[in-house]
């Protein structure tokens, strides 16, 4: 029998509007039923005047839930937390202290340390040392077969958090944040981390805590940032979740990977330091273009200049690619990349087939520096872009089929153009039209038909999540992504009966091969691509 789930709360600064949170705690506890537990962090007193908190103090107002809080930030707050190992500040309102575990009777593990980082010696009152964060790794870490703990509980956040993961907005997560909070979400690899401090709401794309193929899969981590209570510009101040306790979970259903997981943003930055020292900032990857000989029998690549590297004895020095800030699946210059399945490279992008294809020629259109989506590329990479996708529709005209391309540029950190071959027999270019729309009003997405020769850069702009739909015809449809979008909405369609009829392909980890097989088929499609491909000499 699967285990009940508790229901939390987690809050940003409160500041000292307790009337404002806990009234909106009772309107939500009113609506969805009662939830177990509140925890606050950030600053939960404010500068105002004390009248409202010694109205919970005496017992004149109580809150309606048991709430625990994180220590002070500043000096100014000290006052408050007399305890340093914790205590009742008023009724169902408790101190967890300076730092610990607390367990609950569930078995719910929840980890906290409260103040902000400090590197001096004495450290104040409201920070916390390397001795602390030390103090506390050590402890969990002595505990037999540690895999983890279930909740976190930090006012700063921790530095590079944003690396691999959606935009933090106006938080620069290189420069804000605590390098000691980084290392110990490192270590002790959270399922869910809360912070605040920064007055925004931000809920990171989940991420792996283990390596790829290295390691045992692991649990993933949800770093959610929450904003001030009662901000005027309505920022999420409240977060509401269900948690099975890890020790009660099945493993297997622990480990489950979420489809949007993105790689470790600490792994890079906390393996060579040590607790007492800052984290290194991330050191930028030399720029380098990078070409191989797929086959000695396609001829050589182009050099960067777009001539041939022998013609020239003074080649001129490429421009300086856009880097990740980390480890990136598709840059061709990454170790991550699964070369085998690159079957043609020009000066600024690269084609690859897909994994796990809609079909056996299901290949990507995809940049060599680090691009997120197509309103950010340059110029001579927009061109290059272009030129694939002629050469693609010419190629794929040729064995009787019409391409669809798509992007979807949310949940995704480097621009992969789907490119997939639809046999004429099959349906017409209306036909997938209609498809499109049917099923995206059916889901409520509003796909917006716009302009033959209109280019995208006109409509989103940089950072903007979108989903866009390229037919054969030049036509193109787009969604502007708002709140959350189906990951596999562009395989589901085009895999419909409608379209290609394999509705058992609409998700690709479903139509995963073996890596000989891979191979197999990426040497066909070169063969058959050769004479179309221009990045090859004459």
């Not at 490192?186 to 989940?206: D, I, N, W």
């Not at 086959?295 to 020239?312: L, V």
């Not at 989903?467 to 419909?496: C, M, W």
């Amino acid at each position: 029998m699967a285990e009940k789930p508790l229901r939390l709360l987690a809050c940003g600064d409160v500041e000292g509007k307790f009337d404002v949170l806990f009234n909106r705690v009772r309107t939500i506890q009113k609506k969805s039923g009662n939830f177990d537990l509140l925890l606050c962090v950030g600053n939960f007193f404010g500068s105002t005047p004390d009248a409202e908190w010694e109205e919970y103090k005496t017992g004149v107002k109580k809150a309606p839930i048991q709430t625990y809080v994180l220590g002070a930030n500043n000096q100014e707050t000290v006052k408050y937390f007399q305890d340093v190992d914790g205590c009742e500040l008023a009724e169902n309102i408790t101190y967890l202290g300076r730092k610990g575990v607390f367990t609950g009777s569930s078995g719910l593990q929840i980890v906290y340390l409260s103040g902000t980082e400090s590197l001096n010696e004495p450290v104040p009152g409201y920070s916390f040392s390397p001795k602390d964060v030390f103090s506390l790794r050590t402890t969990l870490w002595s505990t037999s077969q540690f895999k983890g703990v279930d909740i976190l509980l930090t006012s700063p956040w921790p530095k590079y958090v944003g690396n691999f993961g959606n935009s933090s907005g106006e938080v620069d997560t290189k420069k804000c944040g605590s390098a000691l909070i980084s290392s110990l979400a490192t270590g002790l690899k959270p399922r869910y981390h809360f912070a605040a401090l920064e007055k925004t709401y931000y809920e990171r794309l989940p991420y792996r805590n283990h390596i790829i193929l290295q390691e045992n899969a692991q649990h993933a981590t949800r770093f959610i940032a929450l904003a001030n209570v009662g901000n005027p510009e309505k920022k999420k101040y409240l977060y509401a979740f269900s948690i099975v306790p890890m020790k009660l979970m099945d493993v297997a259903e622990l480990v489950k990977q979420p489809p949007d997981v993105t790689e470790n943003p600490y792994r890079k930055f906390v393996k060579q330091a040590s607790i007492g020292k800052q984290i290194p900032a991330p050191e930028e990857d030399s720029a380098c273009q990078f070409f191989f000989d797929l086959n000695e029998k396609q001829g050589r690549k182009r050099s960067s200049t777009g001539r041939d590297s022998k013609s020239s004895p003074h080649p001129k020095q490429p421009r300086k690619l856009p880097q990740p800030p980390g480890p990136c699946w598709f840059c061709l210059a990454s170790p991550e990349v699964e070369k085998h399945l690159v079957v043609s490279v020009g000066t600024h992008c690269y084609l690859a087939l897909a994994k796990g294809g809609l079909s056996d020629d299901h290949v990507l259109i995809l940049p060599i520096g680090h691009y997120q989506s197509v309103v950010e590329l340059s110029a001579e990479v927009v061109e290059e872009v272009e030129q694939y996708k002629a050469t693609l529709r010419r190629f794929f005209k040729s064995q009787g089929k019409r391409c669809i391309l798509f992007e979807r540029n949310y949940k995704s950190h480097h621009l992969q153009l789907q490119v997939i071959p639809v046999p004429l027999s099959r349906c017409a270019t209306d036909d997938i039209k209609d498809a499109f729309i049917t099923q995206a009003q059916e889901q409520q997405i509003e796909l917006l038909e716009i302009p033959e020769h209109s280019d995208i850069k006109q409509i989103a702009q940089p950072g903007a999540a979108y989903f866009y739909v390229e037919l054969d015809t030049g036509e193109k449809l787009f969604h502007r992504i708002k709140k959350n979008f189906p990951l596999q909405f562009g395989r589901e369609v085009l895999a419909s009966e409608a379209i290609l009829n394999i509705p058992d392909k609409s998700d690709w980890r479903q139509c995963q091969i073996s890596k000989e097989e891979e191979e197999t088929l990426a040497r066909h499609f070169r063969k058959d691509f050769e004479p179309f491909d221009f990045t090859l000499d004459d």
